[in-house]
């Protein structure tokens, strides 16, 4: 029995992989290991597939320093900037994505963390969004804490986002403004509140495959199942902006690694997606089995439509 196959067999009998057995996965044939990948998300996750779409609440003017992002104020790339979307317009993208047969919608916001008056509103339109439609509902809004984490579950909201980014050493490559144990925090507290936690990370960003390893195994002690595995896109006016972008077979061996480490997890590809030629379908093949449809917050995306016709053709169900 080949090494691969000793550890697929290990993940299938319940025992988990240890950070150097994902550094020897790491290193084994593209093909059969994202066809061992795939077997294990089928034991798992059968055909269920989780499609979200997101929309940018709050953009520009951020306070903090990510070196990948286009809202930041540090960086300087034209991004759109304007404050919190009002009630009626965060309910009617959650009606469009809704008719369009997106089941859950994610709203995030720029900056550290919401006001007082910002949690507030966003409250008011979560009740309203769940009194007018079905949609699942997600936030993404910065380093909050669990009062105002819990505010926003009793007024309808299911999940709460917030990336890790990296790994805890890589971090302070990435943003110095807040902390890897913020982040840390953040999700904690957004547990206790009684959300479930969406949380991954960009690849690409400079950091080695043991960052990789390291923040899927952080993801996996917070008890992490929804992980966005982002691509960078590198933006003009962002530090990051001259990076080489990652291949399809980068990509690939990410998330058939990541699979090996979170068996039973949600593992989405989230941006950058558009930026390979196969939108996915490589991936979608190779243990990941979830996806941000529509735009992304400040580049463009894949539709929905073109999405669901991709997941039917791989024989998956979309659903929550």
Same mark, same amino acid.
Do not use: Q
């Given at each position: 029995m080949s090494r691969l196959d000793e550890l697929t067999r290990q993940v299938l009998e319940g025992r988990e992989i240890t950070r150097e057995e994902a550094l020897e996965l790491y290193g084994q044939p593209l093909d059969a290991l994202c066809q061992r990948a795939d077997e294990l998300r089928r034991h798992f996750c059968g055909d269920?597939?989780?499609l979200c779409a997101i929309v940018n609440g709050k953009?520009? %003017?951020c306070s903090e320093n990510c070196r990948f992002c286009a809202q930041s104020a540090h960086n300087h790339t034209g991004a759109a900037e304007y404050p919190l979307l009002s009630a009626p317009e965060l309910v009617e993208q959650a009606r469009i994505n809704e008719s369009q047969g997106v089941l859950r919608y994610s *709203?995030?916001?720029?900056? %550290? %963390?919401?006001?007082?008056?910002e949690v507030d509103a966003l409250c008011q339109a979560i009740r309203q969004i769940k009194a007018e439609t079905g949609i699942?509902?997600?936030?993404?809004v910065g380093l909050l804490d669990e009062e105002a984490y819990r505010r926003l579950k009793e007024a309808g909201a299911e999940r709460a986002h917030n990336n890790l980014e990296t790994s805890r050493q890589n971090f302070s490559k990435i943003c110095t403004t807040h902390t890897f144990q913020d982040k840390v925090d953040a999700i904690r507290a957004a547990q206790a509140a009684g959300l479930t936690v969406c949380s991954g990370g960009i690849m690409g960003m400079g950091e080695t495959?043991?960052?990789r390893i390291d923040m899927a195994l952080a993801l996996r002690e917070l008890g992490i199942k929804s992980v966005?595995? +982002?691509m960078l896109n590198p933006i003009p006016g962002t530090p990051l902006a001259e990076l080489e972008r990652l291949t399809g077979d980068d990509m690939? %061996? *990410?998330? /058939?690694?990541y699979r090996f480490i979170l068996p039973d997890a949600s593992i989405r590809l989230a941006g950058g997606r558009g930026l390979l030629a196969d939108k996915g379908r490589g991936c979608f093949q190779?243990? /990941? +089995? /979830?996806a941000i449809s529509g735009d992304m917050l400040t580049t463009a995306g894949i539709t929905v439509k073109t999405d669901l016709e991709l997941l039917r053709s791989l024989g998956y169900e979309v659903r929550l």
């Open positions: 269920r597939f989780d953009s520009g %003017r *709203i995030v916001t720029s900056g %550290r %963390r919401l006001t007082e008056d699942s509902v997600c936030v993404s495959a043991e960052d966005p595995v +982002n690939r %061996r *990410i998330v /058939a690694v190779s243990g /990941a +089995n /979830a």
